[in-house]
């Protein structure tokens, strides 16, 4: 049961480069999320979606694009990666809105 | 809007010693508590939960009480153990932005390091 998988785990990028971050669950799980985790910051919520073909904006949405095109799949997208976008990327899913979430392993993302 | 304060790290014990991580949080309506908890290099893993008032979440030695009149949800365990070094997150699960979507709320995370 390989729960919530996340790619690439470590990437190093330059300023204004792109790239996605994929996000996959097999628990048939509606909600799916992404956090970044900061120091001192705790984890905060950049995007989620409540089903497929639905997104929504967090709390820090600026500078990510997320889409749900199949119900397993997260994508979150940086088109233009800005140093201030270095941090530690968390998806996570869960089966309703107000139970606990399953968090994948993390994407450590530098931006140089 | 919602929010959850626990104590600032980090917290270091030696082995069998006893261990509270306090936590308190503010919300709108009838939020559900939880605890993760991140070991090093990993995700967030659920450590335990309570839904209501009075409820107590336990796992692993691990024990928190949902206390509705001092809004808190305070992780304790009476003995801990070198595995338990990670650090330690209180989260709630409640509604935001006026609608009917739920988001966990995060505390800022407590460092545990317990030493032989």
């Known amino acids: 049961n390989a729960g919530v998988t996340q790619t690439p785990k470590f990437r190093v990028l330059k300023t204004g480069q792109s790239m996605t971050l994929l996000c996959a669950q097999d628990m048939n799980h509606e909600y799916m999320y992404w956090y970044r985790q900061d120091p001192g910051m705790g984890l905060r919520l950049i995007h989620y979606?409540?089903?497929?073909?639905?997104?929504a904006k967090g709390e820090v949405p600026d500078g990510y694009n997320v889409s749900r095109l199949k119900k397993q799949n997260f994508l979150l997208g940086l088109e233009s990666a800005a140093p201030s976008q270095t941090s530690v990327y968390f998806c996570?899913?869960?089966?309703?809105?107000?139970?606990?979430?399953?968090f994948g392993q993390g994407t450590r993302l530098t931006v140089v | 809007g919602n929010s959850v304060t626990q104590m600032e790290g980090p917290v270091t014990l030696s082995e069998e010693a006893f261990l509270t991580i306090n936590c308190t949080y503010t919300a709108t309506g009838y939020p559900s508590l939880f605890w993760y908890v991140q070991y090093p290099g990993e995700g967030l893993q659920l450590l335990l939960k309570a839904t209501k008032a009075d409820d107590k979440g336990s796992n692993k030695g691990f024990e928190a009480t949902y206390r509705k009149e001092t809004t808190s949800f305070h992780l304790e365990k009476g003995s801990v153990q070198v595995s338990d070094s990670a650090v330690y997150f209180c989260?709630?699960?409640?509604?935001?932005?006026?609608?009917?979507?739920?988001?966990?709320?995060f505390g800022k995370g407590t460092l545990l390091t317990v030493n032989p």
């Open positions: 979606s409540v089903g497929e073909g639905t997104t």
């Open positions: 989260a709630l699960s409640d509604q935001w932005s006026g609608g009917s979507n739920y988001k966990l709320t």
């Open positions: 996570a899913s869960s089966l309703r809105p107000q139970w606990e979430a399953f």
